[in-house]
């Protein structure tokens, strides 16, 4: 992530993560890094997806249905949805790239 951050200086990077122990980990690794990256205790069922210009998730796959359909719903078009491991059903990919036994799924929306 701090490659990211460092490619694009002015971007504002927000992470959601409703689990507890998750949460606290990535508040500590982020600390710990000097990061800017805000993390928020936070289900992404219920946030406001509307400002999003890039989402990232990595969900179990029976979330994937629900999520797709807020992020069609929320988001403007042109909205980047990223997916790791699980695709998002009846979405087609504009781009799938297999690496080290994992899949991550590009959309556009």
């Known amino acids: 992530m701090q490659m990211v951050e460092k490619k694009f ?8 993560e409703y689990s507890l122990f998750p949460f606290l980990f990535s508040r500590l690794t982020l600390w710990f890094k000097k990061s800017k990256i805000q993390i928020r205790r936070e289900n992404i069922f219920y946030s406001d997806l509307h400002n999003a210009d890039i989402i990232f998730c990595y969900l179990l796959p029976g979330m994937m249905p629900v999520l797709g359909t807020k992020v069609r719903s ?20 504009k781009q799938t790239i297999r690496q080290h036994g994992g899949v991550i799924y590009f959309y556009k929306v």
């Not at 200086?9 to 959601?16: A, E, M, N, R, V």
């Not at 929320?74 to 699980?86: A, D, I, N, Q, W």
């Open 9 to 16: 200086p002015d971007t504002t990077f927000i992470g959601l």
């Open 74 to 93: 929320e988001c403007k078009p042109g909205t980047l949805f990223v997916s790791y491991m699980f695709s998002v059903p009846n979405w087609q990919p």
